[in-house]
C-alpha cells in the first residue's frame, strides 16, 4: 500500500474512534450542565491533559514548531513560558474558580464576571469579544489541519479542510464536554508517544544534539542564542505574555477549573498539565531546531513538522503522530466551540427569554450555535489571512487583553467594582488593537510591533492601570458580592 | 463531601509559590538579556540555564505546590 493509503487508513481508524466515543457519551447525558461541563465527572489526569491539549492547540504543533524553526531559541523562552501557563493559571485563578463555581451556578466564565461585578454589561461585552475571538481561532486550527493533510494525503487543501472540519464539528457537537476531556486525555497520550519518537529521531538524522546546533548556527547566527534575529524587547516580551497572560488568553482550557469537586483533583490535574506540557515543549523545540538543519530551503514555515514526518517516518508510524497532531488541533477547535455555543445560550439567548426554557430546547439552540460558528470559521479558514501561529497570536491578545486582570483581580482583589471591569476590559483590548495598528502603520507588517513589544503585553498592562483606577474612583462593590466571592477569608479569620 | 471541602478550610494565600513565580518572571526577563559565555553542545549557558533549565524550574516549583500548599 501507497504511503497516502496507510496515513488515510490510520486516520481513518482514529477519527472513527473518536466519533465513537462522542456518541457514546452523547447517550449518557441529561443536562447542559453534562454537556458544558461535565462537572465531578472527570478525573485529575482527564481534567489535566483537557486543560493542555486545548492550550497548546495544533498551533503549538504546526504554527509555533515553525516559527521556532526560523527563530531558533529567541522564540524558545515563549516555549518554556507556555509550559509554565498552567502553573500561573491553577495556582492564581483554578483553585479561586472551582470554589466559587461550587456555590454560584456557572457554565462560563462570562457566568463568573456577571455574578463578580453584579451587572450583566461586563459578562455581555466578554461574551462578544470572545466570539469575535474563537473565530479566527478555529480557522487556524483547521488551516493547520488543512496543511497536514495536503503534504501527507496529497490531497487539495481545501477538500483537506472540507473533511477534517465537518468531522471536528460534528464530533463537537455529538459529544459535549465529557466526550471532549477523555478524547483530549487519549490524544495526550498519543502526542507524548509521538513526539518521544519523533524528537530523537530528528536530533539524530540532523547529526545529533551538538552538530545539529552547529549546523544550526551557521545557517541561522542570529537564532542560536537567546537574542540576536530578534530583539530583546520581543524576546523578553514574548516570554511574559505566552505564560502569565493565559490566564485571560485561554478562556476554552480556563473552563476546566470549573469541572473538578476538590481541590485535591485540581492539584493533580495542575502535575498531570504541566508535566505533559514541558515534555511536549521540549520535544518541540528539539523537532523545529532538526528542521532548520534538515529542511533549509523549505518556504512556508507551516509545513516543518508534516514535511519532517513524512521525510523521516514510516507511514505507518507517521501517521500515528500525525493523529496527535490533529489530536491537539481537534481538542482546541472542540473545546472553543463547546465555549463558543454556551456563550450564546447561557449568556445571550437564555438571558432574554421570558418564558422558562426546558433543557432539551436549550440543548438544541447550544448545538445550533455550534454548528454555526464552526461553520463561519471553517469559510474563513478558505482563504486564511496569515501564518498560523500569527492569526492565533491576534485571537490570543484580544482575550489576554480583555479578561485576564478583570478574571484575577475579580478573584483576589474585593475592592474591583464593575466600572473598573468594562472599562478595563474594553481599554484593554483596544489598546492591544492599536499597538498592532500602529505596527502595521510603521512597518507595514501586522507581525512587526513598536520595539518589538507584543500587543498582547501593551493591551493587558493598560487593562490592569484603567481597572485599577477606575476600581479606586467608584462606589465599592455590594457586601453580598464581597461576601460571595471572599468568604474564605472571613471564615479563615473567624 | 465536596461540598464541605470548599467550604471548611479557608483560603490560604501560597505566598512562596507567588515569589517562585516573581522570581520566574522577573528573574526569566532579566535572565534573557545577559550576554552569556559559551556551553558545551554548541549552546551559550544562557540557552542551558533559561530554556532548559527553566522547564526544571516550573515543573519543580508545580510539584513544590502541590506537596505543600504554600
Redesign the interface.
Known sequence: MEAAGQYTLILGVYFALMMGLGVWFNSRKRSRTDYFLARGKLGPGAIGFSYSATQMSGSSYMGAIGTERTFGYNFSPASVSSAAAPWFTYVLVGDRLRRVASRVRCHTLVDVFDARYYSKAPGRWAAMIMLLAFIPLIAAQLKAAGNTFEVLLGIPYLVALGLFGTIVILYTVIGGMEAVAWTDMIQGSIMIVGFAVLAPTAVIAAGGFSEMHRQYGEINPGSIGLIGTMPALWVVSSFLVWGFFQIGGAPAAITRFLIPETDSTLKKAMVYSIAFSSFIYVCGTLIAISSGVLLPTLDRADLALPTLIANLMPPVLGGVIIAAVLGATMSTIDSILLLAGSLVVENLWLPRRNSETDEATALRVARVSTLTIGGLALLMAIEPPAAIFWIVTMSFTLMASGFTFPLLLGLWWPRATRQGALVGMLGGVAAGVLWYLAGYVLYGDMNSFIGGVWPALVGPLVSLALMVVVSLLTAAPPDDVVELFFADEVEAVA | ???D????????V?HI??ML?AL??VG??LG??VD?PAG?????W??WL???G??VY??A???F??KTGK
Open positions: 463531601m465536596a461540598a471541602s470548599n467550604r471548611s478550610t479557608g483560603r490560604r501560597p509559590t507567588l513565580m520566574f518572571l526569566g526577563s534573557l538579556i552569556w558545551p553542545a554548541n549552546l551559550d544562557g540557552v533559561m530554556v532548559y527553566g522547564y516550573v515543573v516549583a508545580a510539584l505546590y502541590v
